[in-house]
C-alpha cells in the first residue's frame, strides 16, 4: 500500500500508514456516506494492515478542573496519534479548530483530520500548537 511520508512531520510513517488505509477506504466506498460507515470500515482496513487502534475512547473534558463533559474521538493510533473523521462535503476551519481543541483536551501531540464527504479523500496533519493555554 501507498504511504504519505514527510520526514519533517512527526510519526510521518504511522501518519502515512493511516491515510493509505483511508485512501484504500475511499477508493473502495467513494464518498456520500455517513461518518460512522468510514469509521467501520477504517476500523477493518487499519487492522487488516496491522495497525492498532481504539474507537470512540470516551474522555473527560475539564475546566479549571472542573470536569464539564466527555467527548469520543473517532480513533487513538498506536496511543500516538488523534484521528477524527468528518463526511463533508468540504473540510472548514470550525473542523481543524476542532481536531485542535481535541489535542490539547486530551494531551496528544499530533493528529489527523480526515474527510470522506468530497469526491477526493481530503486529509490534515494537526499538531498540537505552543501556545499557553489555563490549566486543565
Given amino acids: 500500500m501507498k504511504t504519505v511520508i514527510k ?3 512527526p510519526e510521518s510513517e504511522l501518519t ?5 488505509c483511508a485512501m484504500e477506504v475511499h477508493r473502495v466506498l467513494g464518498n456520500g456516506f455517513q461518518e460512522v460507515i468510514y469509521q467501520r470500515a477504517l476500523a ?4 487488516h494492515q ?3 487502534f481504539v474507537r470512540e475512547q470516551e474522555m473527560k473534558i475539564s475546566y479549571k478542573g472542573e470536569s464539564i463533559g466527555t467527548r469520543r474521538v473517532d480513533f487513538f493510533v498506536e496511543g500516538k496519534i488523534m484521528v477524527e473523521l468528518k463526511a463533508v462535503i468540504e473540510l472548514e476551519d470550525v473542523h481543524l479548530a ?4 481535541y489535542l490539547e483536551a486530551y494531551g496528544m501531540e499530533i493528529g489527523l483530520l480526515v474527510n470522506f464527504g468530497s469526491t477526493s479523500l481530503q ?3 494537526v499538531m498540537k500548537p505552543n501556545r499557553k493555554r489555563a490549566p486543565h
Avoid: L, T, W
Avoid at 502515512?16 to 493509505?20: C, D, F, L, M, Q
Avoid at 476542532?98 to 481543541?101: G, L, M, S, T, Y
Fill in 50 to 52: 496491522g495497525i492498532s
Fill in 98 to 101: 476542532q481536531a485542535i481543541n
Fill in 44 to 47: 477493518i482496513e487499519m487492522m
Fill in 123 to 125: 486529509f490534515k496533519r
Fill in 16 to 20: 502515512g500508514k493511516i491515510i493509505g
Fill in 7 to 9: 520526514e519533517e512531520y
